[in-house]
DNA sequence: TAAGTTTTACTTTTT
DNA sequence: GTAAAACTTA
């Protein structure tokens, strides 16, 4: 039985789809002739074949036992260019001076009369780390090596040392591992005072700094922060308007969320458009001008509508800190030690804004692992671990290398994946812990039995002694685990789905949200056109109409010029509601949703089908908002960091999650954290590592990264798992991740025969 | 110009 | 088996 009701689906958003008949490209009688019917397996394999839209015959992995496919690695191996060959060198090279700039003995006054006894809960480099604070520091720390428990340690110490916790900036990359830490630090010094530590994301710090000191720096406080599916919007907009959309001789024009990627791309690593669709996007490079000429408009259309992308907090901030002395030394003066987690994922850009803010007396912790950075993708630079010391030429270093989370097979294992990585810094990490049981490795007929046999292990391992949240499921992609969803919860297993979910982008909270940005920006032009086009005769060409008309008159929504339009009994009732709201200072946040639901629910209604399903959504959102004392907060929090997990019964974000449950979870979002069991399901070369990532030897090396990443979140136990078959995606599986491949069969264990 | 219908092109990770 | 573009109709 199941006991969590699902709120909502990241399905069917809408339309209904006909069903169409599967084109099959390859004949029943082609797959029988091709195959020697002998047994029952082959039955089985025919059967398989018959049932899905197979394109390839590839029995090698049904008949084959693992330990034999193994045996023969048969990937082309990526060649180094020159210019890699180069980097390389340049990286060892920085490598070594690291070294050179290690601190050896802490600098701790042991009779200090502290609250907690640093000496005594943190190891020797642990405690060089949070007691070295003259200088800058470069933690380089292995996984599980506890680099978490130092940066919560020295705010605990900066604060018993007399720093002011609201001075203290603590950047890390989730709102909620800062929470945690500073959650962590009351904790440790037994008072409240963590709280005021402001601790963040560089974009949630961007925004804090930048609508406080938008005077300073020529913006308006009340602009609109849009994410990328907005962005994605004003392109598609702008596409029509511009009519730049014509295919030339059939080849197609990058859609809206490739222009948006492309724009952000070329922003995050800081290079010219030309260069991002010539690396990244070279089937586009003879659309490279018109590309440019949208991406022009589209930084028009921002500034003209009061809108920021996220690309533009981080930007806008660190070019005023770099550009405007007067606001440098104003922010300066209100920090006086910047901490920062995950170093290893952060961006040059944001790598600057550290900088500059620390560079009055170099007070800063930076906390890295050049082995565990995911997320080069949206342009981190692992160099920035690398080349601290070139940016800060007398700062110190401490490597932590003692694994204090997994026993001693695991961490053979994971230390014999990061042995392949061609670039990086080497680590040796050691643990003193006891060994149980190696790594296990098995494959399955189809998804189902993966499925199964996952459930079984959970139940078997769990007993009585461990709890639901002890295990974790974790996957390259969100949808790799979606069998595996349907099994827990025909099994009546609790669980949590913790990202790639898209509560923001579902249509209708969309227009919720679109809403609620009006009443704090009214020349939001994109949540206008949400809003304009649910209504009856309003299409992409009249919203614009009726926008510039409020542009025109700054923002203030009046509509009578539109009378004899059929829809303005709609309009008028727009025109109402707005004025209800903003005319009213006190309104309560409720008062304002129920406003909002009068008008909205006969479109809403009337736009959508499964109405009743898309309300439950909406009810989550008045929970989630009734939390917020404004606006202005729930609408920054929503944007900066929308809920990535699925809502159950009386889990919402921001009320505690304290259920004992399963967690279900991308290698991306399971960063950090740590499990007694560990499961890697769909460990199929093609999917992990990405096919998208096979021709480049950086994706690549990211790839065998994100697969490290997921290997060291295991305390005790660790299961990758492959099926043979997958009937949602492409039948057959042709070889395991090559990840196993370079693993030293020694470190880890084949159950099954096969 | 809006709205509805058919075709096409895809399945990676997220502040 | 979805989302967006492209095309058609009123
Ligand atoms: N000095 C210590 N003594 C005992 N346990 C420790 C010590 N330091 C860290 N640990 C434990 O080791 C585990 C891993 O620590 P932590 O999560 O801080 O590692 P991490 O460096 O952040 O890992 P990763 O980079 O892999 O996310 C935690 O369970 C932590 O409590």
């Not at 006969?602 to 989550?620: A, I």
């Not at 490290?708 to 057959?732: D, H, M, Q, W």
């Amino acid at each position: 039985m199941c006991i969590y009701k699902i709120f909502f689906k990241s399905k069917n958003e809408n339309r209904k789809n006909s069903n169409r008949e599967q084109n099959s490209e390859i004949s029943t009688n082609d797959i029988i002739n091709d195959l020697d019917i002998n047994d029952d397996k082959d039955i089985e394999t025919l059967l398989m074949k018959l049932s899905g839209r197979v394109k390839e015959t590839n029995t090698n992995l049904i008949n084959r036992g693992l330990k034999e496919i193994l045996s023969d690695y048969s990937f082309d191996d990526l060649k180094l260019d020159d210019k890699s060959k180069k980097k390389i060198l340049e990286l060892k090279e920085l490598a070594k001076n690291i070294e050179n700039k290690i601190i050896k003995e802490p600098n701790y006054d042991a009779t200090k009369n502290y609250k907690i006894d640093y000496a005594n809960e943190l190891n020797n480099e642990q405690l060089i780390a949070v007691t070295t604070t003259d200088i800058p520091l470069l933690v380089i720390a292995g996984a599980g090596s506890g680099k978490t428990r130092v940066i919560t340690y020295k705010v605990c110490y900066l604060i018993e040392n007399g720093v002011n916790p609201n001075s203290i900036l603590l950047l890390t990359f989730t709102k909620k591992a800062a929470q945690e830490m500073l959650d962590r630090v009351n904790k440790l010094l037994k008072n409240k005072i963590g709280g005021n530590v402001l601790g963040g994301t560089f974009h949630s710090f961007a925004n804090y700094i930048l609508r406080r000191y938008s005077k300073v720096i020529g913006i308006k406080d009340n602009f609109t922060i849009i994410d990328t599916t907005d962005s994605a919007d004003i392109f598609s907009l702008l596409k029509s308007e511009l009519k730049i959309n014509k295919k030339i001789d059939g080849k197609p024009f990058p859609d809206k969320k490739e222009l948006q990627e492309i724009t952000t791309k070329a922003r995050n690593i800081e290079t010219s458009i030309n260069n991002v669709i010539d690396k990244f996007f070279y089937k586009y490079i003879d659309y490279t001008d018109e590309i440019i000429t949208l991406i022009k408009y589209y930084e028009k259309y921002k500034k003209t509508f009061n809108l920021l992308d996220y690309d533009d907090l981080i930007i806008i901030l660190r070019d005023n800190l770099r550009d405007n002395a007067g606001f440098l030394k104003a922010v300066q003066n209100e920090i006086e030690y910047v901490l920062v987690d995950e170093y290893q994922d952060t961006n040059t850009i944001q790598r600057d804004i550290a900088d500059l803010i620390a560079s009055k007396n170099e007070k800063i912790t930076v906390v890295g692992d050049d082995a565990q950075s995911i997320y080069t993708f949206r342009g981190a630079d692992y160099e920035n671990i690398l080349r601290f010391p070139q940016f800060h030429p007398n700062c110190g270093v401490v490597k932590l290398e003692c694994n204090y989370r997994s026993n001693q097979n695991i961490l053979y294992f994971i230390n014999s994946i990061i042995s392949n990585a061609q670039i990086g810094y080497k680590k040796n990490l050691y643990t003193n812990m006891q060994s149980s049981q190696k790594p296990i490795f098995k494959k399955f007929a189809n998804e189902r039995d993966e499925a199964k046999f996952i459930v079984d292990k959970i139940l078997e391992i769990k007993g009585d002694i461990l709890n639901y949240n002890d295990f974790a499921i974790l996957t390259r992609a969100a949808w790799h685990s979606n069998v595996i969803q349907t099994e827990l919860m025909a099994r009546g297993i609790p669980f949590d789905v913790i990202g790639g979910i898209k509560f923001a982008e579902r249509a209708h909270v969309k227009d919720i949200i679109a809403f609620l940005r009006i009443i704090i920006n009214h020349i939001d032009a994109i949540s206008w056109h949400r809003i304009l086009q649910l209504i009856d005769g309003i299409g992409n060409v009249r919203a614009t109409e009726i926008i510039t008309s409020i542009n025109k008159k700054n923002g203030i929504i009046e509509f009578s010029e539109f009378q004899n339009r059929k829809y303005y009994d709609e309009l008028n009732r727009l025109e109402n509601m707005y004025n209800k709201i903003i005319n009213n200072d006190n309104i309560k946040i409720d008062e304002i949703f129920n406003l909002i639901y009068d008008f909205y629910i006969p479109l809403f209604k009337k736009n959508y089908g499964n109405y009743d399903e898309r309300e439950q959504d909406l009810e989550v959102l008045r929970i989630i908002t009734s939390n917020y004392e404004s606006i202005e907060k729930f609408l920054d929090d929503f944007t900066l960091e929308p809920p990535n997990n699925k809502f159950h019964n009386g889990v919402f974000p921001g009320s505690k999650n304290n259920k004992d449950t399963v967690k279900v979870s991308t290698i991306h979002s399971a960063k950090g954290l740590e499990w007694n069991t560990v499961f890697i399901p769909h460990a199929i070369d093609g999917l992990f590592p990405s096919e998208k990532s096979l021709s480049t030897l950086e994706d690549l090396e990211e790839e065998r990264r994100v697969f490290y990443v997921a290997c060291s979140r295991a305390k005790e136990n660790l299961f990758i798992t492959i099926p043979v078959y997958l009937e949602s995606y492409r039948g057959y599986t042709n070889k395991p991740s090559r990840f196993i491949y370079e693993i030293d069969p020694k470190f880890y264990f084949i159950e099954g025969n096969d």
